[in-house]
């Protein structure tokens, strides 16, 4: 893929290639997402940040992102402060945006509406989530987390296996994150979900076409119990006709530290896209596995910082340029105490 200019709206646009390509600008941004050094190299440019969905991380680590890169952030959140009340259309509201911006990101409630929006943009435009369809940039964050984890273990993406657990059928990260599989060798994937929330039909077809060896259960516990990775996702509320609808399936999966010690295998990594679900009668992802080394889920977001900052640099064709603007920083910090 050439990055330079291009939406990022849907895992579909990357081949492996394009993938390492990213993850080796994300490995470049450690020291300034660190704050061991600072760079202007985005200095003057404007990222307009529009969210017309709830969001705390994806919002924020774009906004982040940007600003470390030296740029400026921009932002609507909610329908109800935007002109779409209004009835303006998605297209008249991309041909006004990004004449103030240089990049946009947005997350939008239906499958779509970003790839909508971007066709009417003169600027590029990544997608933080349309409705039930994609989440492109959580899954390249959630596999570089993958890959970093696996690491650890001496091993590669290539032959890993991974539980995929919860709400399959409504859950973006979920969808672009078996897309993304698809490009890697010899990969396991486990869905489990109530019948009625099982992935896409299309998506498992087009995994298994790619080679992926991929099955299905509707039970927590033996599912787990020889894979490298298990993904908890959240039963996703805002997408059922109501909340009693979506009380059917609450709290069907549990992940607690009993579960996983008597089920998983020593060192299996748990990831979870967040927000986990910690009222009483959800608790998908219990708190009491906050202490097991092997929890990655905050390593999950702030690896999405790195993500994000690799995508900017790309479109924005400044990746080989970002340590020429670099300064030593100077306030206290203490992620280095
Ligand atoms: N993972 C994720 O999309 O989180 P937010 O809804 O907080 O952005």
Known sequence: MNFTGAHILSINQFQREDVDQVFAVADNMEPYALRKRATRVLEGAILGNMFFEASTRTRVSFGSAFNLLGGEVRETAGFENSALVKGESLQDTARVLSGFSDVICMRHPQIGSVADFASASRVPVLNGGDGANEHP???????????????????????????????????????????????????????????????????????????????????????????????????????????????????????????????????????????RDSRADANELDIDLDNNPNLAIFRQTDNGVLVRMALFALVLDVADKVDDFSSPVHWYNSRQS
Not at 215 to 243: C, G, M, N, W
């Open 137 to 275: 940039t959580q899954a390249l964050l959630d596999l570089y987390t993958i890959r970093k984890e696996l690491a650890q273990k001496s091993r590669g993406i290539d032959g890993m296996s991974i539980a995929m657990i919860g709400d399959l059928r409504h859950g973006r990260t979920v969808h672009s994150l078996s897309k993304l599989l698809s490009l890697y060798t010899k990969v396991r994937v486990v869905l489990i979900s109530p019948q009625e929330l099982s992935l896409p039909e299309i998506i498992i077809e087009s995994m298994r076409r790619s080679g992926v060896d991929v099955s299905e259960s509707h039970e927590l516990t033996q599912s787990i119990a020889d894979v490298d990775i298990v993904y908890s996702t959240r039963i996703q509320e805002e997408r059922f006709s109501s909340k009693q609808e979506a009380d059917i399936y609450r709290g069907k999966f549990r992940l607690n530290q009993a579960v996983y010690t008597q089920y998983c295998q020593p060192n299996t990594v748990i990831m979870h896209p967040l927000p």
